[in-house]
């Protein structure tokens, strides 16, 4: 009996099928559909694609008939002034602080 490269190539085929399903399986979460038609997207999907309450996803069938789920990018005018907390004052020139202590202690005993 003579070595089958046809048969060879079906087991590596079926052994990498394997692999990749149950990689997709480990991967899998699972979420039910309400009456009002939401979905709670799993805390493990929320937390791979980085998401955050009040963020938006975009839901598109690809070419496998698959749905996919893909985090919206926000645009620049959605995030302007979303630092403006931290926002640092000018900094002060030693001669400013100087007056300020000089006018402080005036003003407190005088």
Request: aromatic letters at 10%.
């Amino acid at each position: 009996m003579g070595f089958d490269i046809h048969l060879f190539q079906y087991y590596l085929y079926v052994r990498n099928f394997k692999h990749v399903m149950r990689e997709s399986v480990m991967n899998a979460a699972i979420s039910t559909l309400t009456t009002k038609g939401q979905v709670t997207i799993p805390k493990s999907v929320r937390d791979s694609l980085h998401l955050l309450s009040g963020d938006k996803v975009e839901f598109f069938l690809n070419d496998q008939d698959e749905i996919v789920i893909k985090p919206v990018t926000k645009k620049a005018a959605e995030v302007a002034g979303m630092l403006s907390k931290y926002k640092q004052p000018a900094p002060v020139s030693i001669d400013e602080m100087n007056q300020k202590i000089k006018q402080r202690i005036k003003d407190r005993f005088s």
